[in-house]
């Protein structure tokens, strides 16, 4: 019986340790963002490619996501704080919202009622199987990178208070 449990537990374990690796982003620091086109929450073509020469915060969450709704208070304050910013080495930043959805009037509902006011939001309405969602390798939200004006990663779901301290850092 003995013998057993221990089984149990070993494979308890491997198979935490499988599902976590498992929920990792896809993509680490160092790594070039891959380029996307994507249609705005108004209609618009949208792509990342547009951001050249800017501090981008790609945001993955959801109407639905508790913890999500709960970030986008610290989210909003980076963009107030940020946006129209000079930096050393950027000409701005912006935060992209890609919103991991089936349901496209919760989505709405909640940019309005979360006050999440810039202009680049992305519905992804097939929530993880969405194209941008699997491009990215998303498997939780939220997920966040934050690219700089290079286009490559500097950071992988970093609290608000660390993006606000390397974006600080690099202010004119």
């Known amino acids: 019986m003995n013998k057993i449990l221990n089984i149990l537990l070993v494979l308890l374990v491997i198979g935490y ?48 996501c508790g913890p999500c709704r709960r970030e986008n ?41 979360d006050n999440l006011r810039w202009k680049y939001h992305i519905p992804q309405l097939d929530r993880f199987k969405s194209p941008l969602v699997t491009q990215y390798g998303v498997k939780e939200i939220p997920t966040k990178y934050l690219i700089n004006p290079d286009g490559n990663i500097m950071s992988v779901n970093q609290t608000a208070d660390e993006i ?6 690099r202010l004119k």
Do not use: H
């Not at 989210?75 to 992209?96: M, Q």
């Not at 606000?164 to 850092?169: A, P, V």
């Open 17 to 64: 340790v499988l599902y976590y690796f498992y929920k990792q982003p896809k993509y680490i620091n160092g790594e070039m963002a891959p380029q996307f086109t994507a249609q705005l929450i108004d209609g618009a073509e949208f792509s990342l490619s547009e951001m050249k020469g800017k501090y981008v915060l790609l945001d993955f969450w959801g109407s639905w």
């Open 73 to 113: 208070p610290s989210i909003v304050k980076l963009y107030d704080r940020f946006n129209g910013k000079t930096f050393a080495d950027a000409s701005g930043f912006e935060v992209i919202s890609v919103a991991v959805e089936n349901n496209e009037s919760r989505m709405k509902n909640a940019i309005v009622k």
């Open 164 to 169: 606000e301290r390397l974006l600080s850092e």
